[in-house]
């Protein structure tokens, strides 16, 4: 008799549990699942918010580039003396001033474009300091003429990098 009492038990309990077993993991994976939609949308929505933001970080940075060119900056920056050196500093002085006014954009770049801007900027300060040396380079005048002729025959350091901003930029779409 008490074989059939536990019998019997079992035979109401079991079927109560496998069916509690389901319904916890059915729902379990249904909160799961809003969850993740949840998520998602809160992602969208996020990156619909951080997209002009990104834009405008490039934009800010495309125009940083073009304002460190040498051939825009030298024509922009006239001489204030005719020493080579103080001019040379005050074309450094305005590309380093220009870059410390865009720091805060490199949070809405990836490292790669930020590292290359960087490189560009410095690339174009080590152009003008190797000219500044050249002992056949007397004064101001001359400096400028020889950073433009330069430019000439080889490619600008921040037309690479715009070049990488393009391509960066035509791939978030």
Same mark, same amino acid.
């Given at each position: *008799?008490?074989?059939?009492?536990?019998?019997?038990?079992?035979?109401?309990?079991?079927?109560?549990?496998?069916?509690?077993?389901?319904? $916890?993991?059915? &729902?379990?994976? $249904? &909160? @799961?699942?809003?969850?993740?939609?949840?998520? #998602?949308?809160?992602?969208?929505?996020? /990156?619909?918010?951080?997209?002009?933001?990104? +834009? /405008?970080?490039?934009?800010?940075?495309?125009? &940083?580039?073009?304002?460190?060119?040498?051939? @825009?900056?030298?024509?922009?920056?006239?001489?204030?003396?005719?020493?080579?050196?103080? $001019?040379?500093? +005050?074309?450094?002085?305005?590309?380093? /001033?220009? &870059?410390?006014?865009?720091?805060?954009?490199?949070? $809405?770049?990836?490292?790669?474009? #930020?590292?290359?801007?960087?490189?560009?900027?410095?690339?174009?300060?080590? *152009?003008?300091?190797?000219?500044? !040396?050249?002992?056949?380079?007397?004064?101001?005048?001359?400096?400028?003429? !020889?950073?433009?002729?330069? +430019? +000439?025959? @080889?490619?600008?350091?921040?037309?690479?990098?715009?070049?990488?901003? @393009?391509?960066?930029?035509?791939?978030?779409?």
């Amino acid at each position: *008799m008490e074989s059939t009492k536990i019998i019997e038990i079992l035979a109401y309990t079991l079927p109560s549990l496998i069916t509690g077993s389901v319904a $916890y993991y059915l &729902f379990n994976l $249904y &909160f @799961k699942e809003q969850q993740n939609t949840r998520r #998602w949308l809160l992602q969208k929505d996020a /990156q619909k918010d951080a997209l002009p933001l990104r +834009l /405008q970080a490039y934009e800010r940075m495309t125009l &940083f580039l073009e304002r460190i060119s040498l051939t @825009k900056l030298l024509v922009r920056i006239s001489p204030i003396s005719i020493d080579k050196m103080d $001019y040379g500093n +005050l074309i450094i002085e305005h590309i380093e /001033q220009e &870059f410390e006014h865009n720091l805060t954009q490199q949070i $809405y770049m990836s490292d790669e474009c #930020w590292s290359i801007i960087t490189t560009a900027k410095n690339a174009t300060i080590q *152009m003008i300091r190797k000219t500044i !040396v050249t002992e056949e380079i007397k004064d101001a005048d001359a400096l400028r003429n !020889v950073l433009l002729n330069d +430019l +000439l025959d @080889k490619q600008s350091p921040s037309n690479a990098a715009l070049a990488y901003i @393009k391509n960066e930029v035509s791939q978030m779409w």
